[in-house]
């Protein structure tokens, strides 16, 4: 922090467990991510390589190297890895993580049909050399899965050995764990939070009214994925309540009350 403020939040430092943030790269230019590392580094967890965009992203190798010097995991999007499996080419896709110097993976499912035993053989398989993150939920509209579907495949996945699960949103924000509208379906999030730990799970929030929300209902240091290289230093000002959607998050009861803006009668 550049500078001293009271009630502020604390914030788990990096490396962290909680409090993740996770950053959507669809094709940055080398360029581009030095200005984000230079811009909000400090702030940025992992860096996923968004669906397919590796495979025609130029100067891949020297992009995955500068994220990894700045103390970023960075992973290929779980759409690839399915791509890879729909060909029947995982251990491809696996010379393919060794050849990019990559220790991070995504497993997923949100594109093609795979058995919950198949999943959870692909993440333990990753997870004896990778940190893995396994992501729940169909990146199809008009898909629903029960919530007692969603903790048991959340629990299944954790249990075979994947460090988080993220639940799917998509880089727009409205399937998944969210309504077409973009608003959570608070129902299956709180069914979820009953049965697993929230450090555990990465929410996917690419919308800022999505991080708000996530923010109110559990703190600062909430996981949050799917951000734009835009909204990093965004996010974070959400985080710490220095933006009018969270002001008085943290702000003492009694304070927040008398300073809370209310309609006057020459306002109305």
């Given at each position: 922090?550049?500078?001293?403020?009271?009630?502020?939040?604390?914030?788990?430092?990096?490396?962290?467990?909680?409090?993740?943030?996770m950053?959507?790269?669809?094709?940055?230019?080398?360029?581009?991510?030095?200005?984000?590392i230079?811009?909000?580094?400090?702030?940025?967890?992992?860096?996923?390589?968004?669906?397919?965009?590796?495979f025609?992203?130029?100067?891949?190798?020297?992009?995955?190297?500068?994220?990894?010097?700045a103390?970023?995991?960075?992973?290929?999007?779980?759409t690839?890895?399915?791509?890879?499996?729909?060909?029947?080419?995982?251990?491809?896709?696996?010379k393919?993580?060794?050849?990019?110097?990559?220790?991070t993976?995504?497993?997923?499912?949100?594109?093609?049909?795979m058995?919950?035993?198949?999943?959870?053989?692909?993440?333990?398989?990753?997870a004896?050399?990778?940190?893995?993150?396994s992501?729940?939920?169909?990146?199809?509209?008009?898909?629903?899965?029960?919530?007692?579907?969603?903790?048991?495949?959340?629990?299944?996945?954790?249990?075979?050995?994947?460090?988080?699960?993220?639940?799917?949103?998509?880089?727009?924000?409205?399937?998944?764990?969210?309504?077409?509208?973009?608003?959570?379906?608070?129902?299956?999030?709180?069914?979820?939070?009953?049965?697993?730990p929230?450090?555990?799970?990465?929410?996917?929030?690419?919308?800022?009214?999505?991080?708000?929300?996530?923010?109110?209902?559990?703190?600062?240091?909430?996981?949050?994925?799917?951000?734009?290289?835009?909204?990093?230093?965004?996010?974070?000002?959400?985080?710490?309540g220095?933006?009018?959607?969270?002001?008085?998050?943290?702000?003492?009861?009694?304070?927040?009350?008398?300073?809370?803006?209310?309609?006057?009668?020459?306002?109305?």
């Open positions: 922090m550049n500078y001293t403020l009271s009630h502020i939040p604390e914030r788990s430092t990096k490396p962290r467990e909680d409090g993740l943030t950053v959507m790269d669809k094709g940055l230019a080398i360029r581009q991510a030095e200005d984000l230079a811009a909000s580094g400090h702030l940025i967890d992992l860096v996923k390589l968004g669906f397919g965009t590796s025609v992203t130029p100067n891949l190798k020297e992009k995955i190297a500068l994220y990894q010097k103390g970023m995991r960075v992973y290929l999007g779980g690839l890895f399915e791509a890879f499996v729909a060909r029947g080419a995982f251990k491809d896709y696996v393919l993580l060794d050849k990019l110097g990559l220790d993976a995504e497993v997923s499912d949100g594109s093609i049909t058995s919950a035993d198949e999943k959870c053989k692909f993440i333990s398989t990753l004896k050399h990778r940190t893995v993150l992501e729940v939920g169909s990146k199809e509209s008009g898909i629903l899965i029960s919530p007692a579907k969603w903790v048991r495949m959340m629990r299944s996945e954790l249990d075979a050995g994947s460090w988080k699960v993220i639940a799917e949103a998509r880089e727009s924000g409205n399937v998944g764990i969210y309504r077409p509208s973009g608003h959570a379906h608070t129902a299956l999030v709180s069914r979820i939070l009953a049965k697993i929230a450090k555990d799970i990465l929410w996917e929030a690419p919308q800022k009214s999505q991080q708000v929300w996530f923010i109110k209902q559990l703190g600062a240091n909430t996981n949050l994925g799917n951000i734009a290289p835009d909204d990093v230093i965004p996010l974070e000002t959400l985080r710490l220095l933006r009018g959607d969270t002001f008085f998050q943290y702000l003492p009861e009694d304070v927040a009350t008398k300073l809370r803006q209310v309609p006057t009668e020459t306002s109305k």
